[in-house]
């Protein structure tokens, strides 16, 4: 199966996008954590910024929304051009309704899941969604330690799409090392974040050897 490694430019120079996006070339897509100050306690940028990370990117965007009321924002970022946008299942009033939106605008619908909330609830939507994000820690903020509680999850979820036959991405999001990339691909993940340990040191060397870690151990 084909893995998916997406650095987050949240761990990256906020005042040099441009170059810190030439420095993550190899990846497959660029995760854009976006914050509102109300979901999570911590703020990032909105659509401006996002469109044009947009046009500098080589690589498609993996949009993740932390922000109240996406049945209301959400569009706006697939408008915008984003190959995916994940909104949080806390957060959404109708999540079918605005995943069939933004499908309709041409966007990957995806769906998140912070580190509390059941998916089992969500096993019977999947035909809704193209991908589904485990929060592997609480969203917020980069530079926190993976929470291994969270794998029964991602094995619920891999059972599920692979009974389905449906192409659903499986993505984790918080705490990815070339350690702890090993536990998720084990328990099913095939689409996988990292912040920090992609933009400490070489991001073109982190991403491989993330990448080889993830080949190595996924279903
Ligand atoms: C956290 C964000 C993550 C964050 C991950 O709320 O959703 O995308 O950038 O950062 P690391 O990889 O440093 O845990
Ligand atoms: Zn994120």
């Known amino acids: 199966m084909r893995v998916r490694i997406n650095p987050s430019i949240l761990a990256a120079d906020f005042a040099n996008f441009e170059r810190e996006l030439g420095r993550i070339a190899t990846a497959d897509l660029v995760h854009v954590d976006i914050m509102d100050?109300?979901?999570?306690p911590n703020l990032t940028f909105g659509p401006t910024m996002t469109e044009r990370l947009q046009e500098l990117s080589a690589i498609p965007l993996d949009?993740?929304?932390?922000?109240?009321?996406?049945?209301?924002?959400?569009?706006?970022?697939?408008?915008?051009?984003?190959?995916?946008v994940t909104f949080h299942a806390e957060a959404a009033k109708d999540a079918v309704s605005l995943a069939?939106?933004?499908?309709?605008?041409?966007a990957r619908a995806g769906i998140a899941l912070k580190p509390g909330t059941p998916v089992e609830p969500f096993l019977d939507l999947l035909?809704?969604?193209?991908?589904?994000?485990?929060?592997?820690?609480e969203p917020g903020f980069?530079?926190?330690?993976?929470?291994?509680?969270?794998?029964?999850?991602?094995?619920?979820?891999r059972e599920a799409v692979t009974k389905s036959g449906l192409d659903v991405w499986l993505q984790v999001d918080g705490g990815i090392t070339a350690d702890t990339i090993v536990i998720a691909a084990e328990a099913g993940a095939d689409t996988f974040v990292a912040g920090s340990s992609v933009f400490r040191g070489e991001p073109a060397d982190n991403i491989a050897s993330l990448r080889a870690a993830a080949e190595a151990h996924v279903h």
């Open 63 to 84: 949009v993740h929304l932390m922000i109240d009321d996406p049945d209301r924002w959400a569009p706006g970022y697939a408008e915008l051009g984003a190959y995916s």
């Open 127 to 137: 035909p809704e969604f193209d991908q589904v994000l485990v929060m592997t820690v």
């Open 142 to 157: 980069g530079g926190q330690s993976f929470m291994a509680e969270t794998m029964p999850k991602l094995g619920l979820l």
């Open 100 to 106: 069939r939106r933004l499908r309709d605008i041409g």
């Open 37 to 40: 100050n109300h979901f999570v």
